[in-house]
């Protein structure tokens, strides 16, 4: 239920997160569950010594797909639920936070093989920072309420 002082979501914002945010995380889930050596060679190329899938590596991946599973729930279920733009900024902040730390986990891989430098990130990293970035950027401008409709009331305290 829409506040009377929340401007509406965006239909851009309502698509994006209700249904391609969703889908992207199902490639993620996908990944980590049934193809996790193309899971791993997104951030290590298969020449490195770390690319060797063990017992640990599928217990890591499986609970990472098991997080995205649960982030895919509420964004299909809890974002079509409500239009309460509080309730659907909290929840994008929350998921900001894991974006984040995506952005972290990249860097330190690239970090702990000594790939930082732009020329020596291949096209698979390239593909999670910029997927990764994507949808980063759209939570924040969704955040910042970029291109919502400011409400009456909102326009008057401007005024």
């Known amino acids: 239920m829409t506040s009377s002082s929340s401007p509406p979501i965006p239909s851009f914002y309502h698509i994006f997160f209700s249904s391609i945010d969703p889908l992207i995380a199902l490639s993620a889930i996908y990944f980590n569950f049934f193809d996790p050596e193309t899971s791993l060679g997104s951030m290590f190329p298969p020449s490195d010594p770390s690319f060797v899938i063990t017992p640990l590596h599928t217990l890591i991946l499986h609970q990472l797909g098991g997080a995205f599973f649960t982030i895919i729930f509420l964004q299909v ?18 998921i900001l936070l894991m974006d984040f730390a995506m952005f972290f986990s990249i860097w330190m891989a690239l970090k702990s093989q000594n790939r930082c430098q732009v020329g020596r990130i291949r096209w698979e990293e390239w593909g999670n920072i910029g997927i990764t970035g994507f949808v980063t950027i759209t939570r924040i401008a969704f955040l910042a309420e970029v291109g919502f409709k400011k409400s009456r009331n909102q326009a008057k305290k401007r005024a």
């Open 77 to 94: 279920v809890l974002l079509r639920y409500t239009k309460d733009v509080q309730i659907w900024k909290i929840f994008q902040t929350s």
